[in-house]
Each structure stands twice: as structure tokens, then as C-alpha cells.
T-cell receptor, first 116, second 111 residues
């Protein structure tokens, strides 16, 4: 199993550009989520999905869109990039939180995004 | 909203010294998880605690969940340079739909 994969690893954008960060998992996990990590701020939840066709907002959703058309993929779209979106983005997947068998979240390797 | 707070933010120790990081929640948690992130890496799951007062050990690491299920700690005995990284605690939000992470404690170890 590849686990959770993310592409690209690095990206530089200009203010106003749009792009999609890709995330895929091959563990048949229902639950997928996107976090951003900034120095001293920990991991902040952007959006999450409890299954195909279902998404919801996390703590910091503004400026980002998500969709979940398949169990495997959960792309994150930046609509109009701003310097404040410079960050490291992590995708994670797991069994459904709160379920009896819920255990750990598996994180992808991250995408380092710089917006100029 | 629900918050998970961690202290200290940074800790530097000499190799062989002990280290403890504390995690406090503004609300009762159904469970708490701990993750470790090495420099330049991604968070990796360490453990999950579910029961009030639970204590679990992994070699030199000891994890505790408070009796009221609102606080937790991670203690490392005799730190090694391989322990360097940031340690995060995380708890489920009240709806049980998302993990809320603390800001982490970054541990540095000098030999």
C-alpha cells in the first residue's frame, strides 16, 4: 500500500492564481481531511469528508474548496491564492472518527506552498 | 469553540534528561491521541488513550489521560537525540467528526 500520497511536494504561486493540491489514499478509508501547518500554530483543519459526496468545513475553510467524488481522492482547491495561504498542507485519512474501531490518522508527506 | 492547549511550546534538554509535555482541553474528550513530527516530516501516530485515568507505556514514553478526561501528558525518560521533533496531542471535537490539534511542543536534545 502507498498509504496517503500528495502532489505536488512543492509549489510556488503568484497572488491570484488558482491551483489544486492532490491527495489520494489506498486504504479504503471513509474519512479524509486537510490541514495547514504554520509555525507556532500547530495543525489547523481546513475541510474534511466523512465519505464520498460529503464534505464539511473545519476551522479555517475560507479561500479553499474541496470535493469528494470517490473514496480514494480528496483534492483541495485554492480559488485565488493569497500570501496568507503560504503554508505546509497535509492531507490525512482514517476510519471514521468516533466509530468503535477509530484509531489513527495517516498523514501524507505534505505540500509546501509559497504564494508570492 | 473547543480548544486543545499544549505546554510548553519549546523544550531543550540535554541527552539523558527527562521531558514532559502537557495537553489541556476546554471540554471533556472522548479520547486523546498523540503524534510525533520529525523535522521536515509529517505527523506520525503514537498512541490513543480512551479511558479515564489510563496510562500507557511505549518503551521510554509514558502517556497519561486525566481522570476528568480533560488533560493528558507525555513523559519521555532519558531522552535521546532520536526523540527530537514536535509532539502533538489531538482530541475529537464534540460532534465527533474532526480532530482538534494542540499547537505542539518542539523538543530539541543536545548530546
Amino acid at each position: 500500500n502507498a498509504g496517503v500520497t500528495q502532489t505536488p511536494k512543492f509549489q510556488v504561486l503568484k497572488t491570484g492564481q488558482s491551483m489544486t493540491l492532490q491527495c489520494a489514499q489506498d486504504m479504503n478509508h471513509e474519512y479524509m481531511s486537510w490541514y495547514r501547518q504554520d509555525p507556532g500554530m500547530g495543525l489547523r483543519l481546513i475541510h474534511y469528508s466523512v465519505g464520498a459526496g460529503i464534505t464539511d468545513q473545519g476551522e479555517v475553510p475560507n479561500g479553499y474548496n474541496v470535493s469528494r467524488s470517490t473514496t480514494e481522492d480528496f483534492p483541495l482547491r485554492l480559488l485565488s491564492a493569497a500570501p496568507s495561504q503560504t503554508s505546509v498542507y497535509f492531507c490525512a485519512s482514517s476510519l471514521r472518527p468516533g466509530s468503535y474501531v477509530y484509531n489513527e490518522q495517516f498523514f501524507g508527506p505534505g505540500t509546501r506552498l509559497t504564494v508570492l | 469553540g473547543q480548544q486543545v492547549m499544549q505546554i510548553p511550546q519549546y523544550q531543550h534538554v540535554q541527552e539523558g534528561e527527562d521531558f514532559t509535555t502537557y495537553c489541556n482541553s476546554s471540554t471533556t474528550l472522548s479520547n486523546i491521541q498523540w503524534y510525533k513530527q520529525r523535522p521536515g516530516g509529517h505527523p506520525v501516530f503514537l498512541i490513543q488513550l480512551v479511558k479515564s485515568g489510563e496510562v500507557k507505556k511505549q518503551k521510554r514514553l509514558t502517556f497519561q489521560f486525566g481522570e476528568a478526561k480533560k488533560n493528558s501528558s507525555l513523559h519521555i525518560t532519558a531522552t535521546q537525540t532520536t526523540d527530537v521533533g514536535t509532539y502533538f496531542c489531538a482530541g475529537l471535537n464534540q460532534a465527533g467528526t474532526a480532530l482538534i490539534f494542540g499547537k505542539g511542543t518542539t523538543l530539541s536534545v543536545s548530546s
